[in-house]
Nanobody, 119 residues
């Protein structure tokens, strides 16, 4: 089992910021696309943002301009900087490492961290 260790969730007020971190092994970090997904109560897990080993990023439309995904190769860590948070951002956020090997999708998931945006 590949460890994806997350941290940084919490309770914030609307408009505030929060940064999530996810640390993994060097080989996973260097070869896999790293990303963040979220799952709100009663909803399916959905993409928030991804970043490739080369640094190319992709964002859900709902977070563009507010969230930034980045990676630190020295620490094998991916970050999600969340600004201007809204109540609808409330969810459990999961770190993901994904790739395709021999035509088959392979995913690893973190344990999830709760983000609650409420006044």
């Amino acid at each position: 089992q590949v460890p994806l260790v997350e941290s940084g969730g919490g309770l914030v007020q609307p408009g505030e910021s929060l940064t999530l971190s996810c640390t993994t092994s060097r080989i996973i970090f260097s070869l896999y696309i790293m990303g963040w997904y979220c799952q709100a109560p009663g909803k399916q897990r959905e993409l928030v943002a991804t970043i490739t080993p080369g640094g190319r990023t992709n964002y859900a439309d709902s977070v563009k301009g507010r969230f930034t995904i980045s990676r630190d190769s020295a620490k094998n860590t991916v970050y999600l900087q969340m600004n201007s948070l809204k109540p609808e951002d409330t969810a459990v956020y999961y770190c993901n490492a994904g790739t395709v090997i021999d035509g088959a999708r392979r995913d690893y998931w973190g344990q999830g961290t709760q983000v609650t945006v409420s006044s």
